[in-house]
T-cell receptor, first 112, second 117 residues
Framework: KQEVTQIPAALSVPEGENLVLNCSFTDSAIYNLQWFRQDPGKGLTSLLLIQSSQREQTSGRLNASLDKSSGRSTLYIAASQPGDSATYLCAVPSTGANNLFFGTGTRLTVIP | ETGVTQTPRHLVMGMTNKKSLKCEQHLGHNAMYWYKQSAKKPLELMFVYSLEERVENNSVPSRFSPECPNSSHLFLHLHTLQPEDSALYLC????????????????FGNGTRLTVT
């Protein structure tokens, strides 16, 4: 069964700093990898989706990379802002399984 | 208006009650999902519907009963729940059949915070 791990569980950084969030998965047979953001008391918002054939995907200040062979992905946030404070989750759909496996997330706090 | 709307936002129910959660999507998607989010645990997939047909039941107890009358609406009927069922229940939708729809992003509602007393 696919297992998805996100370390650290929580991270605090001063405003303006660049930061990297990590995601690892045990089964490299995946369709893609997805990054989501969740604000307190809210649902998840899709940020980026990287296909299994891609190495990275960019959206604004966000850049996600994927190394399928090593079972790792990173989410890079440039010039962090207080509005980036949220929990960030990664998720992978495994081939042969009709499921999207989620990590437990990294709670990011950007301090003004 | 958000793409995926869930009602109610909060629900408190006793173990002998019967209640229903409602989800509606306005995105023209044809796959819908129920997820359970408990504290410090990964999101757990409960049910998947594709073109109104249930394609996944992830070993969920029978006290949870889904219903998908059309591609825009999804319900979760609850009866004789246990305190450990207290959680945030999230509905999501996506384009395409469920098996391949993970190639398009899931759109989530804001969830129903359920407390079972």
């Amino acid at each position: 069964k696919q297992e998805v791990t996100q370390i650290p569980a929580a991270l605090s950084v001063p405003e303006g700093e660049n930061l990297v969030l990590n995601c690892s998965f045990t089964d490299s047979a995946i369709y893609n990898l997805q990054w989501f953001r969740q604000d307190p008391g809210k649902g998840l918002t899709s940020l980026l989706l990287i296909q299994s054939s891609q190495r990275e995907q960019t959206s604004g200040r966000l850049n996600a990379s994927l190394d399928k062979s090593s079972g790792r992905s990173t989410l890079y946030i440039a010039a962090s802002q207080p509005g980036d404070s949220a929990t960030y989750l990664c998720a992978v759909p495994s081939t042969g399984a009709n499921n999207l496996f989620f990590g437990t997330g990294t709670r990011l706090t950007v301090i003004p | 208006e958000t793409g995926v709307t869930q009602t109610p936002r909060h629900l408190v129910m006793g173990m002998t009650n019967k209640k229903s959660l409602k989800c509606e999507q306005h995105l023209g998607h044809n796959a819908m999902y129920w997820y359970k989010q408990s504290a410090k645990k990964p999101l757990e997939l409960m049910f998947v519907y594709s073109l109104e047909e249930r394609v996944e039941n992830n070993s969920v107890p029978s006290r949870f009963s889904p219903e998908c009358p059309n591609s825009s609406h999804l319900f979760l009927h609850l009866h004789t729940l246990q305190p450990e069922d207290s959680a945030l229940y999230l509905c999501a939708s996506s384009q395409g059949s469920a098996r391949y729809s993970y190639n398009s992003p899931l759109h989530f509602g804001n969830g129903t915070r359920l407390t079972v007393t």
